[in-house]
C-alpha cells in the first residue's frame, strides 16, 4: 500500500505539535526539509520520539538551495557534496524511510551547449556518487523546474544506473512543460513510461499556468484522478502532498482521504 504524507519545514515548527496535528488527520509521514538553521536545531531524540509517540515515519529533503553537485567549478560542486553528506550522517540517525536530493544549477551559461554538455557529464557521475553516499538513507533524486534537469531526458541519462531511484515530481512536470513549450500530459506519460521501475517517491501537487505550482490538488490545472491511476503502474511507495499556498490541516487529511479512494479504486 502507498504511504501519503506531507512535508515540514523550520516555519512550521516545533515539530512536535505539527506531528500532533498531522497524525489527527491519519497522514502516514512526514518529509523534513534540511533547510537552515535545520539540520543544526533539530534533536534527534525528539524526532525518533515524535516517530513512537504518533506512529508516524520521518523522510527528509536534503538542502535544495545554494548546493550544486554537478556544478562545472569543482570547488563548489565539492563543498555542496560535503554539505549534502553533512545531512546524510545527520538523517541516518533516525532511520528514514527516504532521502531526497535535487541536482540544480544556477548558471546563466548552462544555457551553452558546451557548458551544458559539461553539466550533464558531472551530473551523470555525481548521481551516483550522492546515491552511494546515501546507500543507508534510501538516497532519491528528484526532477526539477527549472529548464536544466526538468527535461525528462536528463532526468533518464542520470539515473540510468540500477541502483538510481527517482523522486518523480508531477508539479514540476507541469510547470517545465508550461516553462519550455511542451505537453504536459505527453511528457508525464513518457516519464511515467521511461521510470516506472525507478520511481519510489511521488511529489504530488496541481499547477495553475504559467507558474504556479505547489497548490492543493484540484485547485489547478491537472487531472488528478489520471495521475493517480498512472502512477499506480509504476514501484512508487511514498507520495507527498507537497503543498505551499492555500492550505491547512483539514485540507491535506481532505485530500488525503481524497488519494485513498482514488488509490484503491
Ligand atoms: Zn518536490
Redesign the pocket.
Known amino acids: 500500500m502507498i504511504k501519503i504524507g506531507v512535508p515540514y519545514w523550520y516555519g512550521e515548527r516545533p515539530l512536535d505539535k505539527f506531528a500532533e496535528e498531522i497524525a489527527k488527520q491519519n497522514i502516514d509521514f512526514i518529509e523534513i526539509s534540511l533547510d537552515y538553521p535545520y539540520p543544526e536545531q533539530l534533536d534527534i531524540n525528539e524526532i525518533n520520539k515524535i516517530k513512537g509517540k504518533y506512529g508516524i515515519e520521518i523522510s527528509f ?1 536534503g538542502l535544495w538551495s545554494d548546493v550544486s553537485i554537478s556544478h562545472p567549478i569543482k570547488t563548489i560542486a565539492n563543498a555542496s557534496m560535503r554539505v549534502i553528506g553533512d545531512q546524510i550522517s545527520f538523517a541516518k540517525q533516525v532511520n528514514p524511510i527516504y532521502f ?1 536530493v535535487h541536482q540544480a544549477i544556477r548558471l546563466p551559461t548552462a544555457m551553452f551547449e558546451n557548458v551544458q554538455k559539461k553539466i550533464n557529464e558531472n551530473s551523470i557521475k555525481t548521481t551516483k556518487e550522492i546515491v552511494t553516499m546515501g546507500k543507508d538513507v534510501n538516497l532519491i533524486i ?1 526532477n526539477v523546474s527549472s529548464v536544466h534537469f526538468g527535461n525528462f531526458h536528463d532526468l533518464i541519462s542520470m539515473t540510468n544506473d540500477n541502483d538510481v531511484k527517482v ?1 518523480l ?1 508531477v ?2 512536470v507541469a510547470k517545465y512543460c508550461s516553462r519550455a513549450g511542451l505537453d504536459f500530459k505527453e511528457q508525464f506519460d513518457i516519464s511515467i513510461d521511461k521510470l516506472k521501475d525507478k520511481i519510489v517517491v511521488v ?1 504530488l501537487h496541481d499547477f495553475i499556468s504559467p507558474e504556479k505550482d505547489h497548490v492543493p490538488i484540484g485547485s489547478g490545472e491537472l487531472n488528478i484522478e489520471y495521475i493517480l491511476k498512472r502512477i499506480k503502474e509504476t514501484s512508487c511507495k511514498y507520495i ?1 502532498l ?1 503543498y505551499h499556498h492555500n492550505f491547512d490541516f483539514n485540507t491535506y487529511g481532505r485530500d488525503v482521504a481524497k488519494i485513498r479512494k482514488i488509490l484503491n479504486s
Open positions: 529533503h531526497i528528484e523522486c515530481d508539479g514540476h511529489h507527498l507537497e
